[in-house]
């Protein structure tokens, strides 16, 4: 759905490999000693072992029957030459179960100092939920595999303090892979701590689907953080993404959430409808360096549903929440979706409607399309006040912050090491939290109450991390 990347990026100045420290930096007796190349079909399951490096060379596969089982504090290169994903079809499953002390780190092949987004493919987990195509879908990145089925519990595996860097090649126009994508996997599936950084497309895309994630972050990635499509009907809670002013897709605007029914914006069932609470998205604040493609937090298209509460949209650069559809704009008028007790500040405006949903807010009153210049502008400077006074009305609790400092987080800007907790009297810590079916209704806005639950295995400085 994304047009194709051509990049030229580099991270900083190279660093020597230490050969005697694990992925967190530490000696300990984890430390890899031997690389061992996984390449094409796998015929039989598989243990990776943290007593060595692994290397994919090429896309890797792991077909319907087959378990890969990685320890913790395993190590999983790309090939430099060969650049490699891992797929997991329908019916095959992933244990990769690290630990706060010990991730499990899927990253470049290349030296620190010398990688680049896109150095290899990402990962690929297929399931046997539903999605509302008609006919049997095949996953985009050109690794020739399909998903879906009608088993919306269905299981494929844990992916529990994993890091996934520096994914993302383009294998063909308009099909991406992304660092973490996820097709029609069911709610028997575990993805809990998760981190993607410099990823060349999206950090996590869902293709429909029942799966639910927890404790997600997205660091500078390329297009959009978050990305629902084809009937995802999932919960997302404790989720953060952080831009990086001077990185973004410059022939994609990068979106903190993008959500569509489907790439024609159909009625298509099952809706794509993401339950969403939790969530901190912080853009890049127009930064000294800012680059023009940094867009929305929030970007609901295409007939698309939604709940997002109790969380928190801070410095995106064009607008915070955006409806992008009629179909989309009316459901959220009747009730369907929910944008409530959230917290917004962007650079640009708050809210925005585009002409499409900015007709059902002025019932064609401005006649069809093509309509002048004046005519357009007026008829979205309506639809954007509708939405504004919907958003801000009685019984939604949402908060219009007038500056990012009057959010009150911590310190959440900071690239290297940012503090997304809430600062005592924050807006993050008022406000009538709301339920929503599938989440714990918290005590707090955002991904952050006292808990810091990045601490111990995330990294924001993957270009100089020694592996």
């Known amino acids: 759905m994304k047009l194709v990347k051509f990049l030229a990026f580099t991270l900083g100045a190279a660093v020597a490999l230490s050969s005697c420290r694990n992925n967190d930096g530490d000696d300990d007796d984890l430390t890899p000693v031997e690389e061992t190349v996984l390449s094409g079909t796998q015929t039989q399951s598989r243990t990776l072992t943290n007593d060595k490096v692994w290397t994919l060379k090429g896309y890797v596969y792991f077909p319907e029957g087959k378990t890969l ?28 179960t690290g630990t706060a002390q010990k991730p499990i780190v899927f990253t470049s092949g290349k030296a620190a100092g010398a990688r680049n987004p896109g150095d290899w493919g990402g990962i690929i987990i297929l399931g046997k939920a539903k999605t509302n195509r ?9 690794v020739g595999r399909y998903y879906g089925g009608n088993d919306d519990n269905d299981n494929s595996g844990i992916l529990k303090y994993v890091r996934i860097e520096y994914a993302g090649i383009a ?9 973490l994508t996820l097709g029609a996997v069911g709610s028997g599936t575990v993805i809990d701590h998760v981190m993607t950084s410099y990823a060349n ?4 895309e869902f293709f429909g689907g029942t799966v639910s994630p927890t404790h997600l972050v997205a660091y500078a990635t390329a297009d959009d953080d978050f990305d629902f499509d084809f009937g995802y009907r999932g919960t997302v809670q404790y989720a953060v993404a952080l831009r990086q002013p001077t990185f973004v897709d410059p022939g994609d605007a990068g979106n903190g959430i993008e959500c569509d029914n489907d790439g024609s914006g159909t009625n298509a069932t099952p809706r794509t409808h ?33 709940t997002f509460v109790n969380s928190i949209l801070l410095g995106s650069q064009k607008g915070g929440f955006s409806i992008e559809s009629a179909a989309a704009y009316d459901d959220y008028n009747k009730g369907v979706s929910k944008w409530q007790n ?3 500040y962007a650079v640009a405006k708050p809210f925005n409607a585009d002409s499409a949903a900015s007709r059902v807010v002025t019932g064609n009153k401005y006649g069809a399309d093509p309509l002048s210049s004046a005519d357009r502008t007026a008829m979205i400077n309506e639809g954007i006040a509708a939405l504004t006074a919907k958003a801000t009305g009685a019984g939604q609790y ?11 987080l911590t310190d959440p800007f900071n690239l290297t090491n940012p503090n997304f907790l809430p600062k005592t009297g924050s807006e993050a810590l008022k406000g009538t939290f709301q339920a929503a079916t599938g989440i714990k209704t918290e005590t707090f806005r955002g991904a952050f109450g006292t808990d810091n639950w990045l601490a111990g295995w995330t990294n924001f400085n993957p270009a100089q991390q020694a592996y």
């Open 69 to 96: 089982t990685i320890q913790e504090g395993t190590i999983i290169k790309s090939d430099v030459t060969e650049k490699g994903a891992l797929i997991i079809e329908r019916g095959a499953k992933i244990f990769a």
């Open 134 to 142: 008609t006919t049997e879908p095949q996953i985009e990145g050109g």
């Open 171 to 179: 294998a063909q126009p308009n099909s991406e892979i992304n660092a």
């Open 201 to 204: 497309d999206d950090a996590f």
């Open 274 to 306: 993401p339950v969403i609470s939790n969530m901190t998205i912080v853009g890049p604040n127009n930064a000294t360096g800012t680059l023009s493609n940094h867009n929305f937090g929030n970007r609901w298209r295409r007939a698309t549903n939604f």
């Open 342 to 344: 959230n917290i917004v």
């Open 398 to 408: 949402n908060y219009v912050a007038a500056s990012a400092d009057a959010v009150g």
